[in-house]
């Protein structure tokens, strides 16, 4: 393991291009310390302002956490942790792995994007993989080919995504301009403006503005309608308006059907042909609604807020693990921090000097010339046994045993044949009867072959197969005598 140390000044900034895996981790030390598997697969160069970096292959760096760093080409995956100075990856070939963060610029990342704990957020390049986001400041991205799923930001700009998109407890607005997927957002404090969209629309607790469209799916809004915000959905599939207990507000439908509860709460003020208006309890902002579909208008169920409920319970739960799991992340990578690594390498170094002297040892202790001259002395003796054996004698006696056992099946079938001749001359057949002088009768037919015959004809079909020998087929016959 090769590792080089040097010390960083106020300013200056590290820029790398690496053709294998990256770990950066933050330090409250002003050093660089870098470690490879070997010298050759570093070149470090230090310019006015600057330190450049080319690795060849993976690497393991400690840095200042207040310095700038620029990845400009990285071939492998980036995991990078507790830096607050500002970070700009121009080229990832693999993943991107970022926690505890300060402000974060993305040119090009072909693998996926994972962000925790981070400032605001930049995305000037395409980002070709899924993008997940936690506890981040204001994200304004270019493009995403994969899924966008962000949890806890300040605000979202987006010109377009590929996948689908959920957006859930953002302090600002959120701005898509067009997405291929579904889009779900839900406690969105600030504005929504949402463009093209070619999946469906959920959107829910949204406080400020809310302009959609067109949306080729459906749509469902469920939230409060604040008195002065603007409020206009147009869409091609059908659209879903669930109101709390107690909401006010006036709905311009223009749709192919509509459905209104019947309720003394909703009126219906003015209907034409494709047209209607709807009056929901008293005064309260416009609400736009347009869509080749149908309209929908109803109440919030009592279920649908348990499951918010329970939805806001569980993500409480998560922040609380998240916060206890970098307590813990935090603890250990001051440890880490604070290991002697030099020792701990001295010490593997001396254990490895152990171990080969102990192999070194019991080497020497082996007399390999000993082992070599029993391993000839056997080979000696087998050759001598092999040589010892009279294979003459050994042929003669598989040809007499072979010449023995073919008279004996010969003297067998003599003797199996010469009964069957006495059998036959002692019961010979009966003629027929003469036929009648009226009617001639067919000849009768020819008598069946007594048990005994059958018996006798199946031992000498087992002697012809060589399944018995010719004294076993005697012994048989014998017996069936």
Known sequence: MFTRQMQLNEGIRVEIEGQGDLNVLGSQERILRLETLR??????????GRVLLHLRDDASILLWQDAPLLLRRL?????????????????????????NLGQVRLGQVDGDVSIHQAGDIQGQGVLNGD?????????????VEGDVALQEAASLSLDRAEGDLSAGRVAGDVRLKEVEGDILLRDIAGAVEVGRTEGDLNARQVQGDLVAGPVDGDIVLDTALREGCTYRLTGRGDIVVRCPEGTAARFLIQAASWVVPPSDVYRVER???????VQLGQGGPEVHLSTDGEVVLG??????????DFSQRMEEWGRR???????????????LQQADWERLGREIEEATARVAQLVETRLQELDLDELGRRAEEAAAQAGERVRQVDWERIAQKIEQATRQGMERIQAGLQRLQERLRRQAAAEPPTPPPSP??????PPPPKPAPSPLDEERMAVLRLVEEGRLTADEAAALLDALE
Do not use: C, Y
């Open 436 to 441: 009648a002088p009226e009617t001639p009768s």
């Open 321 to 335: 693990f998240g916060r206890q799991m970098e307590e813990w992340g935090e603890r250990l990578r001051e440890r």
């Open 75 to 99: 071939r492998g995956d980036f995991q990078g942790r507790g830096l607050k100075g500002p970070l700009e990856a121009e080229e990832v070939e693999g993943d991107l792995n970022l926690s």
């Open 131 to 143: 993008l997940s986001l936690h506890q981040v400041g204001a994200v304004k991205l270019a493009r």
């Open 299 to 308: 109440p919030a169920g009592d279920w649908e807020r348990s499951v918010h």
């Open 39 to 48: 010298e050759e697969d570093v070149e470090i160069r230090q310019e006015a």
């Open 271 to 277: 209907k034409e042909e494709g047209q209607v208006v």
